[in-house]
């Protein structure tokens, strides 16, 4: 009998490791990545080091499972570490976090309004968009709008975590503000009102958040986050309070990152 216990054994072993030590494939960085990053990238400039090492493993595990492909235009380094910077920077609360409903990031040459089958639900004079239906699983981005936000230091605007946030709001079927597979229930109503208000604000002229955050709630959140990312002492200094939900939602405080520099 002990040979079969053995057998039963090791197959019990060989299930277990297969289910819960899966491997997640991770791409090789490219040289000199890290240059790259502290120089285009303010959110991991911020992080002391061993956030550094644990934003570079994420890396390196989204490029190992996404791919990012040129449409007319081509991809090259710097490309694919700003595209998984986006990804990378409003999930960077969430371990264990990964984008199962993205599997390719399609980068266009310009806006891409003139592709008459993008363009119906594209977003923000159509830089980006997430797609559905057939294009269910991909994101489109203009390469110089995903290049621009992060080229700008003091910008509030970063179309890449912008359309990943949407995709972030997606995860529960709807995008509508509300990210119900991030956000705690007791927050909800308090993140409506929230939003409502700003929005007013924002209609009003009452507000420095993009004019475009004032076109519905999905939009309002998108382009909060990026402000939220983007310039985080900032937006906490003039938006405590939705300040204080976001690091409900993403599970992190972009503005208390310990920079060690
Ligand atoms: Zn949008």
């Known amino acids: 009998m002990a040979p079969i216990f053995i057998l039963i054994l090791i197959v019990l072993v060989v299930v277990i490791f297969a289910f819960y030590k899966r491997p997640v494939k991770k791409a090789v960085l490219p040289t000199g990545y890290k240059k790259v990053l502290l120089e285009h990238v303010a959110f991991y400039r911020a992080l002391d080091e061993e956030g550094k090492i644990r934003f570079e493993e994420k890396i390196k595990e989204f490029l190992g499972y996404i791919r990012i492909t040129g449409v007319n235009t081509n991809v090259d380094d710097l490309d694919k570490l700003l595209v998984a910077c986006s990804g990378i920077i409003p999930i960077f609360g969430f371990p264990e976090w990964r984008y199962y409903n993205l599997g390719e990031v399609l980068l266009y040459p310009d806006a891409f309004n003139e592709i008459s089958f993008l363009s119906k639900d594209a977003d923000r004079h159509v830089l980006g968009m997430v797609g559905d239906g057939a294009m269910q699983r ?3 981005l203009s390469k110089p709008a995903l290049r621009s936000g992060f080229a700008n230091a003091s ?107």
């Open 138 to 140: 991909t994101m489109i």
């Open 155 to 261: 910008g509030t605007e970063n179309t890449g975590i912008h359309e990943f946030v949407h995709l972030l709001d997606k995860e529960d079927g709807a995008v509508d503000g509300l990210p119900e597979a991030l956000l705690k229930r007791q927050f909800t109503i308090p993140w409506l009102q929230l939003m409502a208000k700003n929005i007013v604000a924002i209609k009003a002229g009452q507000s420095d958040i993009n004019i475009y955050g004032s076109r519905n709630e999905a939009e309002f959140f998108a382009v909060a986050a990026e402000y939220f990312f983007e310039a985080p002492e900032r937006f906490n200094q003039k938006h405590p309070e939705l300040y204080n939900l976001m690091t409900q939602i993403f599970n992190q405080s972009p503005a208390h990152q310990n920079a060690d520099t």
